[in-house]
């Protein structure tokens, strides 16, 4: 099934048409808290601010090179693959079988995986079903703000072709235009079983070194921020916040 | 406020009111602080967020945000037809969607003059208080979670799991069953249903009798929540509280008493209500409601006719056309009144669907009046105990 | 419900009276009317309890009707009192006054509808939606799948049977083409 997922990543984009901007009805202006100003600080001090401008990181994300020797990149790659901590940011309906999934019956605790309730401590990012555009900008900022290794798993057909929403004017159809997606759980919605499954199969993908979607989301920055811009009309956010 | 008497006031007074009615809040003067509590948050119930302003570690006002799982459900339905729409009415309120499917279901049975048969009716019914134990014990779990007790949401879970197991047993899913349809239920109910139904109900009651003990006799519990989060029963009726947040209020309204629907009024119950209002009152109010639904599904499953067609003949769902009409169907759901407006138009589509949930009111509302003055660790503790489910503001 | 009904009638004008169920009825009324009418439902009849305020767009009349939905909790019985707005001047009175739960729902069909409700708290503030460019996306000249093939890229591979024709079909084999 990786075959097919890196088929689709890699080969989409060059194949399809890309979708004309629409014109707008309307500006949206800039928040107002957003607009560029000056201050004076208690001392005299005049400060230009431009809230927009990331104070910390002006620099893009960069690809993780691989360790030295291969024994060493596999006993990484061993620790990651079992201490997957999920982010608890429930984006759909999917996370109703997250807590299912976290207690007595299915207990996903046994196989090294738990919440986090902050970006900064997790490194597996569920987008649990449909994503309206407002939620996507959320979780491209949360996404963003994991640290390196990370990756994403992406929950219900939703998040695959648009599922059940397809011809809705708030979800976005694939996932994988937006975020990089290391895994694919299909279902409407997924069961715990199949979640666990796919926790597995996540598993033996970054042991075998191929969850490289971090890396991914690195080499094609750009692309992942036109699709992303597109999309979110009211882009007031740095292009990359960590 | 002059520093000296910062403290002593009338903290409800606080922080003053301009003449126009809106807060005096200066948000350059240094005292004051915005903070988000969510959208990605664990003290926040599913995907919404809470703009606070707070003053030290007071909240001096909050709002509420909402709009992260707007999907268009009214919009999407206007290009579907009637019997299309039923398969995506249930994912408008994922922890309880029976009551969307039967709201639904029955405003199209109004409207098309349909009558169901009735063993539907009674598996209906049956099929909707098992959602509420469902939504309930989701609940407590998140309720005793909100105070830090992590505990009782993996016992609540685990009970949750076992009437999941039913609903699988029956509707062949676990979260979406897509059992309700126009016309009736989909299915007879299996061959040694009521046996397995009554094992599920004793241990939902053993973990009941536990989540009693730990949660509402712990003395942290009992003062983190007692007290907090009074709603006025004069409110009711303003803010279009409904369901357990007024009955805590010691306001009777249950749309099952008040307009009985479906066999309600062949069922012996009385509307559960609390006296104080506070967070623990609701908590209590609803423990005790989910008690009564294990007793109404007793009493369902011995009264339900043994023999009987469950689902009427339809017309040709795909020429399927209701004459011009309007119409509203309410039921009362875990969280207040669940209700659907419908109109239709003559032809095979609907024109119109709205959907009307308890949170609309709950969350926008009444939470941001109640949140005002709460400290900004209880704010999680509040939100939960108004039951607030995002996706039916938003739709 | 039918004595009420006539008791309104000598008070108000009311255009047109449907009586849907034995508690639940619609009335419709002018605009000057509304707010009389529903003060005297609120304060005299009981009906204390502001259930829904929606708008249907009826594209061909080119009018918006606004219901409003008032609940009398303890007889039971529901009222709705229809407002036929034009649709190019959608503009009406605020009732936030009257009911503060109100004011969201105001919030909402400005929004979603793009029917203004001046004077009414927060009402230009995003509710749903953040940066939406396009018409408001309720009102039935918004062409949802439309905005969606433009805005979001499909995958490709996704098979889809026609409803209509699967559904046929499976349900109805023996039907004929045409019927």
């Known amino acids: 099934m990786k075959d097919d997922f890196e088929k689709l990543l890699d080969q989409q984009p060059e194949k399809e048409p890309e979708p004309q901007e629409r014109p707008a009805l309307r500006d949206i202006p800039v928040r107002e808290e957003l607009v560029p100003r000056t201050v004076t600080a208690p001392d005299g001090q005049e400060i230009r601010i431009d809230p927009l401008q990331d104070y910390y990181c002006q620099a893009g994300p960069t690809v993780q090179t691989p360790a030295y020797t291969r024994i060493i990149e596999d006993l990484f790659n061993w620790a990651r693959a079992e201490s997957l901590w999920i982010l608890g940011f429930g984006t759909g309906c999917g996370a109703i079988e997250m807590r299912p999934l976290m207690t007595p019956r299915f207990d996903a605790y046994r196989y090294g995986i738990q919440w986090r309730p902050t970006p900064r401590q997790a490194n597996l990012l569920v987008i649990s079903g449909y994503l309206s555009v407002k939620t996507l900008k959320r979780a491209i900022r949360s996404y963003e703000q994991m640290q390196n290794p990370k990756y994403v798993v992406g929950l219900g057909s939703c998040t695959i072709n648009g599922g059940m929403y397809w011809d809705s004017y708030n979800t976005i159809k694939r996932l994988d235009d937006y975020l990089p997606v290391d895994l694919y759980i299909t279902g409407c919605m997924p069961r715990p079983e199949a979640l666990l499954q796919g926790f597995d199969d996540l598993k033996k993908l970054i042991r075998a070194g191929k969850a490289e979607g971090a890396n991914k989301y690195a080499e094609n920055f750009e692309r992942y921020k036109t699709n992303q811009k597109r999309v979110i009309k009211d882009w007031d956010m740095p292009d990359y916040s960590w | ?395 | 419900m039918q004595t009420l009904i006539s008791q309104l009638q000598t008070r108000f004008q009311l255009s047109e009276f449907i009586l849907q169920r034995d508690n639940l009825a619609f009335v419709t009324v002018t605009r000057e009317q509304l707010r009389p009418l529903l003060l005297h439902l609120r304060d005299k009849e009981g009906f204390t309890h502001l259930v829904l305020l929606t708008a249907v767009d009826w594209i061909e009349d080119n009018i918006f009707q606004l219901t409003y939905l008032l609940g009398d909790r303890t007889a039971g019985c529901d009222i709705g009192v229809r407002l036929m707005l034009p649709r190019d001047v959608a503009s009406m009175d605020s009732i936030h006054d009257l009911w503060p739960t109100a004011a969201t729902y105001q919030r909402e069909l400005r929004e979603m509808f793009g029917i203004d409700f001046p004077e009414s708290p927060r009402v230009d503030e995003d509710f749903i939606l953040e940066g939406w460019t396009d018409l408001p996306p309720y009102r039935r000249d918004f062409d949802t799948l439309k905005y969606s093939q433009e805005s979001y890229v499909d995958r490709l591979g996704r098979e889809t049977k026609d409803p209509a024709a699967y559904m046929k079909l499976k349900l109805y084999p023996d039907e004929d083409n045409d019927g």
């Not at chain 2, 929540?225 to 029963?233: E, I, N, Q």
């Open chain 2, 1 to 395: 406020m002059a520093d000296a008497e910062f403290g002593k006031a009338d903290r409800s007074q606080y922080p003053h009111r301009r003449p126009d009615g809106s807060l005096d809040i200066d948000l350059t003067s240094g005292k004051y602080l915005k903070l988000w509590q969510g959208p990605n948050h664990p003290g926040i119930t599913g995907n919404m967020s809470v703009e606070l302003t707070v003053c030290g570690d007071e909240v001096v006002e909050g709002k509420t945000h909402v709009g992260y799982l707007h999907r268009g459900f009214e919009k999407l339905m206007e290009r579907r037809t009637f019997i299309q729409c039923f398969p995506i009415v249930c994912r408008i309120c994922v922890p309880e969607p029976d009551f969307n499917e039967y709201c639904y279901a029955a405003a199209v049975e109004e409207l098309a003059g349909l009558e169901i048969p009735e063993k539907a009716k009674w598996i209906r019914a049956l099929i909707l208080e098992m959602g509420r134990i469902n939504s309930y014990l989701m609940y407590l779990g998140g309720q005793a979670g909100a105070f830090g007790q992590g505990v009782i949401g993996q016992w609540t879970t685990y009970a949750r799991d076992l009437m999941l197991d039913r609903f699988e047993e029956l509707t062949g899913a676990r979260i979406y069953h897509m059992f309700i349809l126009p016309g009736g239920v989909r299915d007879d109910l299996p061959e040694g249903f009521d046996e397995r139904m009554e094992q599920t109900l004793q241990e939902v009651e053993r973990t009941l009798d536990d989540v009693y003990d730990t949660m509402f006799r712990n003395a942290v519990f009992k003062k983190r929540a007692v007290g907090l989060g009074y709603v006025d029963p004069a409110l009711v009726d303003e803010y279009g509280i409904t369901g357990p947040v007024a009955r805590g209020a010691g306001v009777a309204r249950d749309v099952r008493k008040d307009q009985p629907y479906l066999v309600y009024d062949q069922l012996d119950f009385e509307p559960v209500t609390g006296r104080e209002s506070d967070v623990y009152a609701r908590a209590d109010v609803r423990r005790r409601d989910l008690l009564m639904s294990v007793d109404l599904i007793r009493q369902i499953l011995s009264k339900m006719p043994h023999k009987g067609e469950v689902m009427a003949t339809l017309p040709n769902v795909l020429h399927w056309k209701i004459p011009r009409g309007e119409t509203y169907i309410r039921g009362e759901c875990s969280r207040g009144e669940y209700g659907y407006y419908l109109v239709t138009d003559g032809s095979g589509y609907p024109r119109r669907v709205n959907v009307r949930g308890p949170s609309y009111t709950h969350a926008m509302a009444l939470l941001e009046k109640l949140i005002v003055n709460v400290n900004i660790s209880d704010v999680a503790g509040l939100m939960v105990s108004l039951h607030t489910y995002p996706p039916e503001i938003e739709r």
